[in-house]
């Protein structure tokens, strides 16, 4: 606790004072430890992605789904994203902001919508997970979750010869 201690023989006092800290540390460390008692974290969340099963060993299976339940997202070489669907058969550039307002609008009106990625393999990493984290966002305000993507193939090393690697 506190103390002083009064003295000299001078006819001068003296006060020096002593506080022990070991309480108020108890009284940190229990406040700590209730803090992180009492605290919930988020768990983080992901998008479920349900893998197709092959048939038969060499057979396509292929499954029909309506037009109406089809919105296509392009993200071209240079960054543009397009998004193509009954609506927009052409394409419709938008931005990424845009993007998450257009996929929320069409999984509102439509629940079994499937969004299908098309992504240039030229284009950007971060191009594709710019419009992923906006499918993201837009299906937990609707909870339509069905996402493919779609993936072009690379030119075959041959023609990669002499090129530049990636920046």
Known sequence: MAG?????????????????????????????ILFFMTSQFKEPSAIEVTLPRASDPGTESIVKVPETNVLTVVVEDDGKIYVKDVYNRDGKEVTTEELGEYIEKRQANN????????????????????????????????????VSLQLEEPPPLEELEGTAGPE
């Open 111 to 146: 629940d079994k919508l499937i969004t299908i990625i098309d992504v240039s393999h030229e284009a950007k990493y971060s191009r594709m997970v710019d419009v992923l984290d906006e499918f993201k966002i837009a299906s937990e305000k609707t909870g339509v979750k069905k």
């Open 4 to 32: 002083a201690d009064v003295g000299g023989g001078d006819g001068k006092r003296k006060v020096d004072i002593h506080i022990d800290m070991t309480p108020m540390v108890d009284v940190i460390i229990l406040l700590l």
